[in-house]
Each structure stands twice: as C-alpha cells, then as structure tokens.
C-alpha cells in the first residue's frame, strides 16, 4: 500500500510560521512545493477507492458463481508469485465489512521478506478461476485481471463488425460485461460500450456489434495508452500505468 510520507498539518504550519521571517519569496517557493505534495496525497487516496471499488465489483459477480472455484493470485516486484483460494462464504463475509476488506487483499512475498526481511506490501494482481472439471490438470479458464475492471465491465480484445457498411476491425480498447466475460458468453448490444464505425460513424453511431473476444496479452513493444479509443477513459475516468505489469502495452 502506498505510504503517505507527508503531512500537510505540518507543511502548512511551516508555510505560516515562515511567511514574515523569509519574506514572499521563500514563502512563494514553500506554496509551490505545497501543490504537489498535496496532488500526490489526493492521488493516493484515489487510487485506493478505485482499487477497493474494483475488488468489490469483481466479488460481486464472483460469489453468485457457483462453477468455479477462486483463487486470488499475487505477482510482486521481484516476480514471485503465490495462490490463495477463497471459497463464496469468505467472500461474502468481506463484503459486509467493505472498509475492512480492502485490506484483505494486501500480502507480504514470503520470499522477499525471507531474503531481505522487506515489509512491502502487495495488493492482488488478479482472480483466477478454476472448472472443477479441471482440478487434476490445474488450468485456469479465466483470469479477471484486477486493474482491467471498471464499472463492472472488464477491458478486452475485440473483434468489431459494422452491420451498416460491413466494416470489420480489432480494438484492445473494448470494454464489456464483467458478467458476461466471467459466463463467456455471447454478447448483445448492451454488454459492452459501443464503437464507432470509422467509415459510417455519422450516419450509424450504434450499429456496430462484437463478433467475438478474448483476453488481452501482453505485447513485447510498448505502445502507449490511446485514451480517445478508450471508454474507460471517455467517461472521466483514468487508466493507470502500472509498469510492474506493462498494463497499457497489450496487442492491438
């Protein structure tokens, strides 16, 4: 979790106490340093409601989902990775305390805190889930990914159709139920945030469907987050870089 090192009591009592014995210019300079200690303070606590947020939706659709078991995967910095497996009740009782359930999914890496006794903290990179069916071989049907959820609809690759002109194009920018992602099933207009036809936009805004869709991969170039394309970003919200995990660099 990220560790606020700053305390704005503190720096506002040195921008007064200052003030007549550095005259305005030194004081103009503490008000500068100000600005930004306070925009990364908000930050953090926005981050954090929009990671809890995203915990929560995902739950949600999770524990009425009885055909698979979960288990919540984490990745650290040094790329050590681990398992834990939830059961429904478990994850129904973290949503009646949801201040508290956040905090549930920080861990400590054993390993790194064996090899150099580190206390860092690391929140759940994704849910996996399991068929039963599949127990003795260990392969994970799907994997819901914690930072692509928002506004329960999950960001995949898409495969676009214009049923106006015809048109067909890809986008690693579509965002579709959470739901209907979890149940792989098929989607209707209303699953997902609609794209515009690049040759018929004007004409035909909402006449576009999805042929089919798959999970994004990671792509061995970086390629920068094109917030236009993206609805997450259209509709006020931010996609977050989160280089550990190369998040924005998928396969277009």
Known sequence: ???????????????????????NENAEKELFLQVPIMRIRKRSEEREREEQQQIIEIIRHLINNNNYIVHGYWLCEKKHEWEIQYTNDILRKYLEIPRMMYSFFWKRCEKCNKDDETRKMNLITSFRLQCPSYNSKKVFTIEIIRHLEWNNHYRVFGNWKCLNCQNRWSSAYTWISLQKFIEQKHLVQGDFFMQNCKKCKKNNNDNCTISNYKPLELSDSEKPHIRKLCAKCQHGATCRHLPELRSEYFSI
């Open 1 to 23: 979790m990220e560790e606020n090192i700053f305390n704005n009591k503190e720096v506002s009592f040195k921008w007064v106490e200052n003030w007549g014995k550095r005259g």
